[in-house]
């Protein structure tokens, strides 16, 4: 039987290994998890496992420090685990520091890395994501492929065809394992949230680290609020810099702006699903959008997720305020792209890993 490591440490890429665990035994695989501790707030992290009812097999704990300490810790700490468990392969999700700390780890060890969402790019090397992307490429064995891009970008790269598996999207996987939970949410209720509504979320440093665009992103909140109520789950970096930039104040004195905390999965999920249209500078919520058909605005020069653009519910705009609430009038008047769904985001995706390390 086949070990398989799966190493993830944020809140985004827990979503991506859900349904592991509950389909390894039918391929004759076993699988631990390791969480590497870079998200450790419970609203981050813990939270999602609970909701997902999958707890981490080995939990380690990071020490304060800086991006390359914290690196470091990782690396150090994912090949202690690496000696004790043995594993056959090391999977590891998406393209945050963990992604790549536990790659160079598995690859230092001599154990073959595969990578789930391989091959997406920017094509933007100030984003510190673009590099792990580009890093944990350069050092997979097995390509899990979430859509044609990726596909396209390995094969310019020159890496082998039977290394890469079009597999479709993990993330998927889990909107649909768990929709019975999603729909039984009962967060619209709890927020008061009665009608249609926006929905928003921004946390990238370049949106809400520098003072001006903070002061845009409150007078795109004001303006949308105009046409109708906005939600908007604050991360906590977010919350962090409009304190700072003493701009809370006002969000909080308008009554058609709902501010909350960070929502655990089954709470968001919901609120996605319903929305009138999603206005974020996220990754994930662009596919999750594109697979609920609902309009996003997606505000960034770049994607690296461009099927959601060519086929899906997505738009990447420049943030400019007034161009942004021009689009939000074309989804509120009905003419906004219906979008389709990519091919294979069917909720299979983790079987189809599976299946290439499975009897």
Not at 188 to 200: E, H, I, R
Request: glycine content about 6%; charged content about 25%; aromatic content about 8%.
């Amino acid at each position: 039987m086949k070990k398989l490591l799966i190493s993830v440490g944020t809140r985004p890429n827990i979503i991506k290994i859900t349904q592991f665990k509950k389909h390894a035994l039918a391929y004759g695989v076993e699988v631990k998890i390791l969480h590497t501790g870079q998200h450790y707030d419970h609203k981050m992290a813990q939270v999602f496992y609970d909701q997902f009812e999958v707890q981490p097999d080995f939990r380690q704990d990071l020490k304060p420090g800086s991006v390359l300490e914290q690196i470091t810790q990782m690396m150090h700490n994912v090949t202690s685990i690496i000696d004790q468990y043995k594993p056959d392969v090391l999977l590891t999700p998406g393209d945050v520091n963990s992604t790549f700390a536990a790659a160079y780890a598995a690859y230092q060890a001599k154990v073959p890395v595969g990578h789930i969402e391989s091959g997406l790019r920017s094509l933007d090397r100030t984003m510190p994501e673009e590099i792990n992307r580009i890093l944990t490429d350069e050092i997979t064995d097995h390509f899990f492929i979430t859509e044609k891009s990726g596909f396209e970008n390995l094969k310019t790269l020159g890496k082998r065809e039977e290394q890469l598996h079009v597999v479709g999207n993990t993330m998927i996987d889990t909107l649909v394992a768990f929709e019975p939970n999603i729909d039984k949410n009962k967060v619209l209720d709890a927020l008061g949230v009665n009608g249609a509504y926006s929905l928003f979320t921004f946390h990238r440093p370049g949106n809400v680290d520098e003072i001006e665009n903070l002061k845009k992103l409150l007078h795109l909140l004001l303006e949308a609020a105009k046409h109708l109520t906005v939600v908007f789950p604050v991360h906590p970096r977010t919350i962090k810099m409009l304190e700072q930039a003493s701009l809370l104040a006002e969000l909080k004195s308008n009554k058609r702006i709902i501010l909350t905390e960070p929502l655990d999965y089954f709470s968001f999920q919901k609120l996605v699903k319903h929305a009138t249209v999603v206005i974020t500078d996220s990754g994930g919520i662009q596919e999750e959008t594109t697979f609920r058909q609902v309009p996003c605005l997606t505000v960034r020069p770049n994607t690296e997720r461009p099927i959601t653009v060519e086929i899906g519910s997505n738009t990447l705009l420049d943030f400019d305020v007034a161009d942004i609430i021009h689009h939000l009038e074309v989804v509120l008047s009905g003419k906004y792209k219906k979008g389709q769904i990519p091919p294979l985001w069917d909720g299979a995706a983790t079987q189809r890993i599976l299946g290439v390390f499975g009897s």
